[in-house]
């Protein structure tokens, strides 16, 4: 009821650790890298040990950095995930620059660079909307403050917990968009070291989200 780690843990585990790898890399997620002129990390998913250790193939399959395996994403690359669940499957490389002029007055930023990059089928996105729907509708989920009067909103909340032993804090976050080709906006939103971890991210988002369609941003 309160997390959904469990189902995610047994079906990277029924997978098996080649077939789930395989499946990430297909997504392409390791290589959600562009950013106009700007460098930008490439996440790392990698499962060092998990091969032969069922107990860190489940902890993978949750997203959960533990042990040896590796787990790095910025908001960036979340916000790219739910862009393209969105659009459907595909998601279009975001940008930050206008334009880069040269003395010549020429603009160095090369537009037809941008792409539409498909990350998921049509069927998996469709499934995913819906769970995303769902899960900020729904009363008894955390994501409920998610809500925006007028407007569909979609989204996911995680935790991550950081430390060894007895001292740990939690990272919580929170990636969604809203489901109205009005407002054709995506959001992703890490809160470090909080008490009440997801809900801050929602509410954090909640508040960006509104802002953007009170100004009418593009």
């Not at 029924?14 to 106009?36: P, Q, S, V, W």
């Not at 939103?189 to 960006?208: F, G, H, P, Q, Y």
Request: charged share 20%.
């Amino acid at each position: 009821a309160q997390s959904c780690n469990v189902f995610f843990g047994e079906l990277a585990v029924k997978m098996g650790h080649d077939y789930f790898t395989d499946y990430l890399e297909g997504t392409g997620i390791a290589n959600l890298r562009a950013l106009d002129k700007l460098r930008v990390s490439n996440p790392r998913l990698r499962g060092s040990g998990a091969e032969k250790d069922v107990a860190l193939l489940s902890w993978m399959g949750t997203g959960q950095p533990v042990g040896s395996l590796e787990l790095t994403m910025s908001p960036l690359h979340l916000v790219n995930i739910a862009a393209a669940i969105a659009n459907g499957g595909s998601y279009k490389e975001p940008h930050i620059v206008d334009k880069v002029v040269n003395p010549m007055g020429n603009n160095l930023l090369d537009e037809t660079t941008a792409q539409s990059v498909r990350m998921f089928s049509p069927q998996v996105a469709i499934r995913m909307q819906n769970l995303m729907r769902f899960g900020v509708e729904d009363e008894s989920s955390v994501q409920y403050n998610a809500r925006i009067s007028g407007v569909p909103v979609a989204g996911k909340s995680g935790t991550l917990e950081i430390g060894i032993e007895e001292i740990v804090s939690k990272n919580g976050l929170w990636t969604g968009y809203i489901a109205d080709e009005e407002y054709p906006y995506a959001i992703a939103v890490v809160t470090e070291d909080v008490r009440a971890a997801n809900s801050t991210a929602v509410l954090i988002a909640k508040n960006v989200l509104e802002r953007a369609i009170a100004s009418g941003v593009q």
